[in-house]
């Protein structure tokens, strides 16, 4: 009886010791108002920026919500977040949340697609990139806390050329059938979300050298804006991933200090979030690409190709520069000799992707191979040191 008694009060105390914890770690937690999703650009804009995306939100599921806007609040409904209690359960007037409430809005920064085709197989391989940004911001003031950037592919293989209607399809299948979004419980969970942060970072600038036209498509060399948000994205979510760090997101054309519109799919409102200038600014300067014949043999030749940038990671108000070093990455690619279609500048993005990545990683643990593949002059000392950089914006 004395032992049954004991365990009784033992269960009863231990229940209530979880019960406090669960109580007193939620009160730690700040409350965050999903938004909905967004377009990170104008209504203008989305003909070059989310053209396939503008399509597939006009398709709406049995709620009569568009399909990724309900892929996207189920997914986030059935996340657990460490240090965020995030309400979802009603999507209101941008108008409508409390003053010092802090909003969190999915926004789709832009998209692209290229195809290529294989003769020996009869066989057009596409691929379809969807870049995102995780906005934080708060309600009160109209401003930007955090943005966590996030991207994903899907591949696509036909035996004919495949149309703006096949990849529409396949967009649309992807999301009702796959789980894009399940990224997103992890990024945040990496991330010490606050309603404030002492010190921010970004890409402020982005160049594109005259040397790089020669492998980009026609489209994008008439609009450079494509090009170069899709470089500072790609930088910045290589950076934000391997160090958790928050980045202030590129946009191209908006002055420092500007705001971002993003247009609400859910109630077509557009609203303006002001991007505070950054305390550390990256500079990007894509210099060129170079393509060279290794070896060659009957049924496949191996080409390098060669991407070739300049980072400059700098504090403006004290003129310092931490980081400033022209880096160049090189991958190995077989083409087949049958393969007449060859999409250049796919193989050159997946060469500049892996540099970029291969920099923030190294930043963590240099590795001497990588070190002097990338560069003719020793750059470990400011290469580690920028990790005092980034541990002052976490």
């Not at 026609?218 to 090009?227: A, G, P, Q, R």
């Not at 002097?372 to 290469?383: P, T």
Request: glycine share 2%.
């Amino acid at each position: 009886m004395r032992n049954k008694l004991f365990k009784i009060i033992f269960l009863s105390s231990l229940l209530l010791f979880l019960n406090t914890n669960k109580i007193i770690a939620n009160e730690s937690k700040i409350k965050v108002f999903y938004s909905g999703f967004s377009f990170a650009n104008s209504y203008f804009s989305n003909k070059d920026f989310a053209k396939y995306s503008e399509k597939i939100i006009k398709i709406k599921n049995d709620s009569s919500i568009n399909i990724i806007s309900a892929r996207l609040l189920s997914s986030l409904q059935d996340m657990y977040f460490d240090n965020i209690i995030l309400e979802t359960k009603s999507l209101i007037s941008l108008k409508e949340y409390p003053d010092n409430a802090v909003l969190m809005s999915i926004a789709l920064q832009h998209e692209e697609f290229t195809q290529e085709y294989n003769q020996s197989t009869n066989i057009y391989s596409g691929f379809y990139d969807a870049y995102f940004n995780i906005l934080f911001y708060d309600f009160s003031d109209q401003s930007l806390i955090a943005s966590i950037p996030f991207d994903f592919e899907i591949q696509m293989m036909s035996e004919e050329e495949l149309t703006q209607k096949n990849i529409v399809n396949r967009i649309k299948e992807f999301y009702l059938e796959d789980n894009p979004f399940q990224e997103i419980q992890k990024l945040i969970n990496s991330f010490n979300v606050k309603r404030k942060y002492d010190r921010r970072i970004g890409v402020t600038n982005v160049k594109v050298n005259n040397r790089t036209f020669e492998y980009l498509p026609t489209n994008y060399i008439k609009n450079l804006e494509f090009v170069k948000n899709l470089i500072a994205q790609t930088f910045s979510k290589r950076l934000s991933k391997h160090h958790n760090v928050a980045i202030v997101p590129y946009t191209e054309g908006q002055a420092i200090g500007g705001s971002m519109k993003l247009r609400f799919v859910e109630t077509d409102e557009i609203y303006s979030i002001k991007l505070l200038d950054p305390d550390y600014h990256i500079n990007l300067n894509l210099l060129g690409f170079k393509k060279v014949l290794a070896s060659s043999s009957e049924v496949n030749d191996l080409y390098l190709y060669g991407s070739f940038i300049n980072i400059k990671i700098f504090q403006p108000d004290i003129e310092k520069i931490y980081f400033e070093e022209t880096l160049r990455g090189v991958t190995d690619i077989k083409i087949p000799k049958s393969q007449t279609e060859i999409n250049e500048w796919r193989k050159f993005y997946y060469n500049l992707e892996i540099l970029l990545d291969d920099f923030s990683k190294n930043i963590l643990k240099p590795d001497k191979k990588w070190m002097k593949k990338a560069s003719k002059n020793k750059f470990r000392k400011d290469l580690i040191g920028l990790n005092d950089v980034l541990d002052k914006v976490k």
